[in-house]
């Protein structure tokens, strides 16, 4: 528990932060499970839809500090990858 206003207001502060990144993370979440979706039907055009829609989500996570800009990177470069491949 925390013994310090400081401590206390930082402990708040913490949670609020919580809940926001949360939904940030479940909002990209839900992007990424469309494109896997459409992916999954075997439509290129939606496919690629869907992902057009979900870079900008991936790339504020990483602006917001919720995602490392590594996992964006490797996360669009796999779902690029397997649309191409439905060709």
């Known amino acids: 528990m925390?013994?310090?206003?400081?401590?206390?207001?930082?402990?708040r502060r913490r949670q609020r932060r919580m809940f926001i990144n949360h939904a940030r993370i479940?909002?990209?979440?839900?992007?990424?499970?469309?494109?896997e979706n459409a992916i999954h039907s075997g439509d290129k055009d939606a496919a690629g839809a869907a992902l057009r829609e979900a870079q900008?989500?991936?790339m504020r996570g990483v602006g917001k500090g919720v995602l490392h800009r590594n996992t964006t990177?490797?996360?669009l470069s796999r779902l690029s990858k397997?649309?191409?491949a439905l060709g």
């Open 2 to 11: 925390a013994n310090h206003k400081s401590a206390e207001k930082r402990n």
């Open 26 to 35: 479940s909002r990209i979440r839900t992007y990424v499970k469309r494109v």
């Open 56 to 58: 900008p989500e991936l």
């Open 73 to 75: 990177s490797r996360k």
């Open 82 to 84: 397997r649309i191409k």
